[in-house]
């Protein structure tokens, strides 16, 4: 599917959920006036507390057809946008760290609900979320068959596999990518490493947070070209597959 242009928007989302859904709004209205057919957001990007997480991700968790969902339905349809998106999902216990993928027409196309969590580097997210149970399917998409694991799942080569094996075509990494020593470094390369595996492109779409997530959003072309890249703070990245 070469010639398509997607944006992949990258921003620090807090615990206002309204306020984060008039930042999405923005980048859609950008995404729009730059005529692209995708716009891809981060992981958390509904919502994101600093402090008491646990607690705080329960309470703000919502259901597929919740409020965050529709609006990203609503804004889908007004811009003429696919759009995913990162968002705690509700469940009878702790909350699933879930990535939806919405059409232009506003319907629901993908859910990924991450199964591995990061229970790494001195952090426990398995204190705050409770881990899908499967690998996420993936979907026909403007930019090609999308794939589609988050953030801490990129460190495992099996997990992109198996979405290239399952027939996708481009692989999305939404991701809230921890701060630390050469963090960055792990990153970049690792959606580099992922693409020249697989033979597809990888985008990778972070969130900013200073001292919390890197950002440095970028996108692999499938022979581990640079296809764009974003550096610290937020912004849009724009780039044509």
């Known amino acids: ?53 646990r607690s705080r991700n329960v309470q703000a968790a919502e259901t597929l057809d919740g409020p965050f969902v529709s609006a990203l339905s609503q804004m889908a349809r007004r811009y003429g946008l696919w759009i995913t998106a990162g968002m705690y999902e509700r469940t009878d216990n702790l909350p699933y760290n879930t990535v939806v993928v919405m ?34 399917q993936p979907v026909d998409t403007p930019v090609g068959r999308l794939g589609l694991i988050t953030c801490y799942e990129l460190r495992f080569p099996a997990l992109a596999a198996a979405q290239k094996q399952a027939g996708a ?39 900013y947070s200073q001292a919390c997530f890197i950002g440095h959003s970028a996108a692999f072309a499938a022979d ?5 890249a974003l550096e610290k703070g937020e912004g849009l990245l724009t780039i044509t597959i």
């Not at 930042?23 to 692209?36: H, P, S, T």
């Not at 997210?125 to 409770?130: N, T």
């Not at 792990?186 to 020249?196: E, G, M, S, V």
């Open 169 to 207: 075509e481009v692989l999305l990494v939404p991701a809230g990518w921890a701060d630390g020593a050469n963090k960055v470094l792990h990153w970049r390369t690792l959606l580099c490493a992922r693409a020249i595996e697989n033979s597809i492109p990888v985008l990778g779409v972070d969130q």
């Open 103 to 136: 059409a232009a027409d506003g319907t629901l196309r993908g859910v990924h609900r991450k199964q591995r969590l990061y229970d790494a580097f001195g952090y426990r997210e398995s204190d705050e979320c409770r881990a899908g149970e499967r690998p996420f």
């Open 224 to 228: 581990g070209q640079m296809l764009g």
């Open 1 to 53: 599917m070469a010639g398509v242009t997607v944006s992949l928007a990258q921003f620090g989302a807090c615990e206002d959920k309204l306020d984060n859904l008039r930042r999405i709004q923005d980048y859609a209205q950008k995404a729009k006036e730059f005529g692209v057919s995708m716009l891809f957001l981060p992981e958390y990007s509904m919502f994101y507390a600093k402090m008491n997480r």
